[in-house]
């Protein structure tokens, strides 16, 4: 589901801005002075992954039935119905 939705840029930017914060945690801790950089990298990571997590929602497109799909590069003239009664 994650590869569907282009969403692995997201994922990745949010592990890198988790690992960032545990290194900041750890270096502040030894009291090194530059560790508050390594902190606004962690903040960038995490608002990066959060800005790329809502990508298919801003760029999502309705077919003609009115469904939305969430894949921006999938044609938009296959309709598929499911019709269970």
């Known amino acids: 589901m994650i590869k569907i939705m282009k969403l692995q840029k997201a994922v990745i930017a949010i592990i890198l801005g988790i690992i960032a914060l545990g290194a900041y945690i750890l270096m502040s801790a030894a009291h090194i002075k530059w560790s508050r950089y390594i902190l606004e990298v962690s903040g960038l990571f995490l608002m990066l992954g ?5 990508y298919p929602i801003l760029f999502s497109r309705k077919d003609k039935e009115g469904c939305v ?3 921006p590069e999938a044609p938009i003239d296959k309709v598929e119905t499911t019709d269970s009664v």
């Not at 959060?50 to 809502?54: D, E, K, N, P, Q």
Request: hydrophobic share 75%.
């Open 69 to 71: 799909e969430l894949d």
């Open 50 to 54: 959060a800005v790329l997590f809502l």
